[in-house]
């Protein structure tokens, strides 16, 4: 996968090298290039934002960098075009399901905001040449697009083949099935007076698995009835209904 991000804080992104990420970077599963937007501005104080036309407080980033940016990141006619990715409060709500969906895409271009943000012709533009997804990390407002970028990223790359080391607990996590993961333990056995639940060192893995399911369904009823309220029809089978 070819990641291009596109920011006026290019120092932000210095976390893709570490880790897991710099590590898909280094075996060639991942390649990411960062770009200062002001490369694409021309007048002596590269400046990138102006004052919003209805009034109001704060900037907002003018088109034409942005426009150049893109043309040279997703040129036109470019096949299959790339995703533009657009971090921002008033994008779709980023989920386990998004970033499978972008980690199917072989190229993304990401364009972090500062601001107010960025002037919506960039975006209608842009979407008359490739797929434009806005996307937000939650209810509230971070300064820019830049750490959202991480997020994302840190989420997709573990989903791109070969990453992780073992793919089983890509299947077994949290946000897998519509719930979440159960609590996990390891040794040694007994801590400070708290003890691994004696079902996990039973060896009957029918029980662990039934236990685990019920831990699952009795944390999400309690942090996330919104996610059990919202899981298909069939997803719940007799067991899980008489727990
Ligand atoms: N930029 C500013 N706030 C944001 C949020 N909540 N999610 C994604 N990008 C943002």
Redesign the pocket.
């Known amino acids: 996968m070819r990641v291009d991000v596109v920011s006026i804080f290019p120092e932000y992104l210095a976390p893709l090298e570490l880790s897991l990420i710099g590590r898909a970077r280094a075996t060639g599963v991942l390649d990411v290039a960062v770009h200062d937007l002001r490369t694409w501005t021309h007048d002596v104080h590269r400046t990138v934002d102006d004052t919003p036309y209805g009034g109001g407080p704060g900037m907002v980033m003018r088109p034409e960098p942005w426009g150049e940016a893109l043309d040279a990141l997703a040129p036109p006619g470019a096949e299959p075009p790339p995703r533009l990715v657009v971090?921002?409060?008033v994008?779709a709500p980023?989920t386990q399901a998004m970033a499978h969906e972008l980690a199917a895409e072989s190229r993304l271009v990401f364009a972090c905001?500062r601001y107010e943000g960025i002037d919506q012709r960039v975006l209608d533009h842009a979407a008359t040449r490739m797929p434009v997804t806005e996307?937000?990390?939650?209810?509230?407002?971070?300064?820019?697009?830049e750490?959202?970028v991480l997020v994302i990223m840190e989420a997709v790359t573990r989903l791109l083949p070969g990453v992780l080391g073992n793919v089983d607990s890509l299947a077994e996590e949290s946000h897998a099935h519509g719930l979440l993961e159960a609590p996990v333990y390891t040794k040694p056995p007994s801590w400070r007076g708290h003890e691994v639940p004696e079902i996990l060192r039973s060896g009957d893995h029918g029980r662990i698995a039934r236990w685990r399911r019920d831990q699952a369904l009795l944390r999400t009823a309690a942090r996330r009835p919104d996610m059990l309220a919202a899981l298909a029809p069939g997803e719940l089978d007799k067991k899980d209904v008489a727990t």
């Open positions: 971090p921002t409060p994008g980023f905001g996307v937000s990390l939650g209810d509230y407002v971070l300064f820019g697009g750490v959202a």
